[in-house]
Nanobody
Framework: QVQLVESGGGLVQAGGSLRVSCAAS????????MGWFRQAPGKEREFVAR????????SYADSVKGRFTISRDNAKNTVYLQMNSLKPEDTAVYYC??????????????????WGQGTQVTVSS
């Protein structure tokens, strides 16, 4: 069982930066590959980025590649999403997820068994 709590969301102007964090409970954090997803009003939840258990492999959605960076600190049971050059279309609730499956399983939200409550990111134009 893993409990996830996101933080760090807020309001930022277009072109700005924001870092969101996801703190996990439990002693087995390093056995989960972690992902960030987002959901805008009226839209489906979409994949943003994910990171392997060790942190050595990452994957990004094309829409955020080159602007967002996912990282993790297994000693602190925390995964981060650094977001730069933010655009209004990045506005959404951002969720972190934990998956016990191999990283090779893929980026579908169905791979993730545990979710946080989400944190709102709003980018103004």
């Amino acid at each position: 069982q893993v409990q996830l709590v996101e933080s760090g969301g807020g309001l930022v102007q277009a072109g700005g930066s924001l870092r969101v964090s996801c703190a996990a409970s439990g002693r087995t954090f390093s056995s989960y590959h972690m992902g960030w997803f987002r959901q805008a009003p009226g839209k489906e939840r979409e994949f943003v980025a994910r990171i392997s258990q060790s942190g050595g492999i990452t994957s990004y959605a094309d829409s955020v590649k080159g602007r967002f960076t996912i990282s993790r600190d297994n000693a602190k049971n925390t995964v981060y999403l650094q977001m730069n050059s933010l655009k209004p279309e990045d506005t959404a609730v951002y969720y972190c997820g934990a998956s016990p499956r191999p990283f090779s399983y893929g980026s579908s939200w169905t791979a993730y068994d545990y979710w946080g409550q989400g944190t709102q990111v709003t980018v103004s134009s």
